[in-house]
Each structure stands twice: as structure tokens, then as C-alpha cells.
T-cell receptor
Framework: KAGVTQTPRYLIKTRGQQVTLSCSPISGHRSVSWYQQTPGQGLQFLFEYFSETQRNKGNFPGRFSGRQFSNSRSEMNVSTLELGDSALYLC??????????????FGPGTRLTVL | AQSVTQLGSHVSVSEGALVLLRCNYSSSVPPYLFWYVQYPNQGLQLLLKYTSAATLVKGINDFEAEFKKSETSFHLTKPSAHMSDAAEYFCAVSDWAGNQFYFGTGTSLTVIP
């Protein structure tokens, strides 16, 4: 079974631009979560989608948004990019059938650099 | 609210020595705990998870962790370190619904030949 895939793997943008990242979950997984990883803040939860609905949201500004499609693929969008948005963005998918014991499977991440 | 604390952002061990990475949790409900490993330029890979079935959890690559409620700990161990174990290790706890993971700040493991 193919793992979680994320595209693109690397992105370079300038301040003020917007960016869209894509995540394809493991086949059959209906939950997709997004995390931001930076050296200073570590891994921080952005949001989680299940059946095309945002089910949970972390403490990030409204510039960060996402959506999920009927095939469970998800996109994350960041508008008006700031230097501090430079990070590794990780996507994780899970079956989301057993609650808190569900395992999240992570993709390789998208490395975003904002200049 | 759930949270985890990883003591020691950097740990160095000699090849063949015991690996011990520390994780303490804070949870208002029974915790569900995970250890993940991240190799350079890669995503996170699950090592093991605690789901209350057994306090000693065995994972991949000879890693194991013991859940100690009295100490609110879930430390990760491996009897003999290999060079390939050099990576970043994250302890995490999930919320009650399994919708969100709370990660520790990570421990970077260096294995000295």
C-alpha cells in the first residue's frame, strides 16, 4: 500500500505570496492532519479534516486554511506569506475509526522557504 | 489538556550502549502515547504506541517503552544502539478523540562509533 504523499517536496516563495500544498493520504484513510515543524516551535498541529469537514483546528492565524476533497486528498493554503512561515509542513493520515489509539502515518513533508 | 515533555534535547551514546530517551506526560484522561522517529529530510515513522493493553510496549527495531502511571512516564529504550539509530525522536500523546497529536520538542540521538 502506498504511503502518504506530499507535493511539492520543496517550495521557495517570497513574502506576501500565497502557497498551496497537497497531501494524498493512504488509501482508505479518511482523516488528514497537518502539522508545521520548525526548529524553534517543534511540531505544531494546524488542523484535521475528516470526510471533507474540518474537525479540529490548532492555534494558527486565519492565513492558514485547508480543505479536503471527496477522495480524502487534502490541500493546505497559506496566504500572505511571512518569513516565519518557513517550515517543514507535514501531513498525516489515519483511519480514524478507533479514536485516540489511531496511528497517524506521516508523509515526507513539504519544505517551504519564504524569502 | 494533554502534553508531553521530553527531557534532554540531545542525547549521545556509544554504539552498542543502552539508549534511553525520556518522556513524561500530562493528561487529564487516560493517555494514549506514541513514539515516532524522524530521519533527516523525512517524515515521522511510528516506533510504537501505548494503548493500555500492556504497560511494556515493544516496537520496531528493538525499541520498547514502558508506561509508568505512578511516574507519568513513557521512556523509550533500546538495549544496544546502532549507527542507524541516529535520528530525532518524538514522544506524542493523542487527544481523547484521536483527532490531534501533541508532540514533545524532540530528542536528537547521536550514536558515537
Amino acid at each position: 500500500k502506498a504511503g502518504v504523499t506530499q507535493t511539492p517536496r520543496y517550495l521557495i516563495k517570497t513574502r506576501g505570496q500565497q502557497v498551496t500544498l497537497s497531501c494524498s493520504p493512504i488509501s482508505g484513510h479518511r482523516s488528514v492532519s497537518w502539522y508545521q515543524q520548525t526548529p524553534g516551535q517543534g511540531l505544531q498541529f494546524l488542523f484535521e479534516y475528516f470526510s471533507e469537514t474540518q474537525r479540529n483546528k490548532g492555534n494558527f492565524p486565519g492565513r492558514f486554511s485547508g480543505r479536503q476533497f471527496s477522495n480524502s486528498r487534502s490541500e493546505m493554503n497559506v496566504s500572505t506569506l511571512e518569513l516565519g512561515d518557513s517550515a517543514l509542513y507535514l501531513c498525516a493520515s489515519s483511519l480514524s475509526t478507533s479514536g485516540p489509539t489511531d496511528t497517524q502515518y506521516f508523509g515526507p513533508g513539504t519544505r517551504l522557504t519564504v524569502l | 489538556a494533554q502534553s508531553v515533555t521530553q527531557l534532554g534535547s540531545h542525547v549521545s551514546v556509544s554504539e552498542g550502549a543502552l539508549v534511553l530517551l525520556r518522556c513524561n506526560y500530562s493528561s487529564s484522561v487516560p493517555p494514549y502515547l506514541f513514539w515516532y522517529v524522524q530521519y533527516p529530510n523525512q517524515g515521522l515513522q511510528l516506533l510504537l504506541k501505548y494503548t493500555s493493553a500492556a504497560t511494556l510496549v515493544k516496537g520496531i527495531n528493538d525499541f520498547e517503552a514502558e508506561f509508568k502511571k505512578s511516574e507519568t512516564s513513557f521512556h523509550l529504550t533500546k538495549p544496544s544502539a546502532h549507527m542507524s539509530d541516529a535520528a530525532e525522536y518524538f514522544c506524542a500523546v493523542s487527544d481523547w478523540a484521536g483527532n490531534q497529536f501533541y508532540f514533545g520538542t524532540g530528542t536528537s540521538l547521536t550514536v558515537i562509533p
